[in-house]
C-alpha cells in the first residue's frame, strides 16, 4: 500500500503525446482507450475531434471489409465484415470531469449469426449449440458508460464508472483498442480469458488514480450475451461478480496492470457455466515513430482463468506487436499460447480433456491518408495454428492455416 501511494502521489510531469487533450491531474484523455483501462500515452489514437459548448468531443472507430479462409477437414470461407465506432463526450473542470460514451458495432448485420471463421476459437454458441472455430459478433451496443472523476488533492483523483453495457477492471483493454492490433481484425485465441468481459451486461467500477498509477474494483454483471446480438438484453443485471486491477503508467510510452476477478455462475440456457476465477497480467509499450508518421507498438499479455473445481488453471500467453515501417508501410505479428478444454471445442470420445493449443500469425499492411477525412489500409494476414496430436483427426493436420485479406477504413 505505501508503494501505491507513492506512485498515486508523484508529481511528475506528464508527457502527453502531441495534441491530446487533458483532464483531471493533467491525465491524457486518450489514455483511457475503453472501459477503465489505459494505454500508454505516446500511443497515437486516431479520431475525429471538435468541441460543443463546454463538451470535447472524439469520435473514432474502424470499418474492416474481409475474406477470410480456413483449410484443413474445417475448411470453410467468408466474406464480412469487422466494425465499430465510438463517440466520447467529455467536460472537465478544475476539479471535476465528466465523461460519457457510446460504442456501436454493425457486425449482427455484417457477419453470419455465427460469427466469421477462426479455427482454434471459442465463441458464444448458436442456436442453442456450441459454435467452435468461430469468433461470434460484437453487440450491436457494445458500450454505453458515463464515468465521473473528482480530484481530492493535486495528486489524487477519485472515479466511478457506471455501463449497462462495459467493461469491467479486468485484462488489458479490449483487442480492438489496442494500438499492437492496429492492423489485426482478428480476435486472440485467449480472448476468454484476456478481455472477454468487454461487453459485461452491468457494471460499476470505483477507482482512485494519480498521474502514474490507477487502482479500481469493480462489480459486474457475469452473465455473457445472448446470440441476439442486435437487442439491448441485461440478462436479468444482477453484478453478481467482482473484479480488482492495479495499472501503473510509468512512463509516457508503457503502461502496465495486473488483475484477479470472480465470475459468477451463469445458467442461461445454450450458455451455462460454472464459477471461474480469472488472473493476469499485461504490459503495453508504443514508440511514435514521426518519420514514419505511425508507431511501433507491442503487447504481452498472460491471463488465466481457474473454472470451479478445477485442478489448475488454464493459461493464456500472447505477444503481439505493430511496426509502422513508412507512411504508407506497416508489419504485424501474433504469437499465442492457449489451454483449451475439450468442452471448449465441442469434442469428446478419446479427447483429453485439456490440451495445449497455439497459432503464429504474420501479416503486412499498405495505408494511405486523405488528410482530415480518413484512412485506408490494405491488409493480408497468414496464420499457422499448431494442433496437438489427439486434435489432427478433426482438424486435418498439426498446421491447419487461417489467410485473411481486408481493407480497412479508419479516422486520420
Do not use: C
Not at 487533450?21 to 491524457?28: F, H, N, Q, Y
Not at 483487442?175 to 492496429?182: G, I, K, L, T, V
Not at 500469425?361 to 497468414?382: D, K, M, N, Q
Request: proline fraction near 7%.
Amino acid at each position: 500500500m505505501k508503494v501505491l501511494l507513492t506512485l498515486l502521489l508523484l508529481q511528475h510531469e506528464h508527457n502527453a503525446a502531441p495534441g491530446t487533450t487533458t483532464s483531471l491531474l493533467d491525465v491524457s484523455q486518450s489514455r483511457t482507450a475503453s472501459g477503465t483501462a489505459w494505454i500508454p500515452d505516446a500511443a497515437l489514437v486516431p479520431g475525429y475531434h471538435a468541441m460543443a459548448g463546454d463538451w470535447k468531443l472524439m469520435l473514432h472507430g474502424s470499418a474492416v471489409l474481409q475474406f477470410v479462409r480456413v483449410t484443413g477437414t474445417r475448411a470453410v470461407s467468408q466474406v464480412g465484415s469487422t466494425n465499430w465506432v465510438m463517440l466520447m463526450a467529455t467536460r472537465s473542470g478544475a476539479a471535476n470531469a465528466l465523461r460519457a460514451r457510446a460504442m456501436l458495432t454493425a457486425e449482427p448485420y455484417t457477419l453470419s449469426g455465427a460469427g466469421y471463421p477462426q479455427l482454434l476459437q471459442v465463441a458464444h454458441p448458436y442456436r442453442g449449440t456450441p459454435a467452435p472455430d468461430r469468433q461470434h459478433p460484437h453487440e450491436l451496443f457494445a458500450e454505453l458508460s458515463l464515468a465521473w472523476e473528482h480530484a481530492l488533492t493535486s495528486g489524487v483523483a477519485f472515479s466511478i464508472y457506471g455501463a449497462p453495457v462495459g467493461e469491467p477492471a479486468i485484462g488489458p483493454v479490449a483487442y480492438n483498442h489496442r494500438p499492437s492490433a492496429a492492423y489485426e481484425p482478428s480476435a486472440p485465441l485467449g480472448h476468454i480469458a484476456q478481455d472477454y468481459t468487454h461487453e459485461s451486461l452491468g457494471v460499476v467500477t470505483l477507482g482512485v488514480f494519480g498521474r502514474r498509477a490507477r487502482l479500481e474494483g469493480s462489480v459486474f454483471n457475469g452473465s455473457h450475451p445472448d446470440e441476439r446480438h442486435a437487442n439491448f438484453d441485461l440478462q436479468g443485471g444482477k453484478l453478481d461478480s467482482y473484479a480488482g486491477r492495479l495499472t501503473v503508467a510509468a512512463a509516457a510510452r508503457t503502461t502496465a496492470s495486473a488483475w484477479f476477478a470472480y465470475n459468477a455462475p451463469e445458467t442461461a440456457a445454450g450458455h451455462a457455466h460454472g464459477s471461474l476465477h480469472r488472473f493476469g497480467a499485461a504490459v503495453l509499450h508504443s514508440h511514435a515513430r514521426p518519420s514514419a508518421e505511425g508507431e511501433w507498438s507491442t503487447t504481452l499479455v498472460y491471463a488465466a482463468t481457474l473454472p470451479q473445481g478445477a485442478s489448475e488453471p488454464l493459461h493464456t500467453v500472447l505477444l503481439e506487436s505493430r511496426f509502422d515501417v513508412s507512411h504508407h508501410h506497416a508489419v504485424f505479428y501474433r504469437v499465442e499460447y492457449v489451454r483449451r478444454t475439450a468442452d471448449e471445442l465441442a469434442l469428446t470420445g478419446s479427447v483429453p480433456p485439456e490440451m495445449t493449443v497455439g497459432a503464429a500469425s504474420l501479416g503486412y499492411a499498405w495505408r494511405t491518408t486523405v488528410p482530415r477525412r480518413f484512412t485506408l489500409a490494405a491488409g493480408a494476414r497468414i496464420t499457422v495454428n499448431v494442433v496437438p496430436a489427439p486434435l489432427r483427426p478433426f482438424y486435418g493436420s498439426a498446421n491447419p492455416l487461417g489467410l485473411l485479406a481486408y481493407l480497412r477504413l479508419s479516422p486520420p
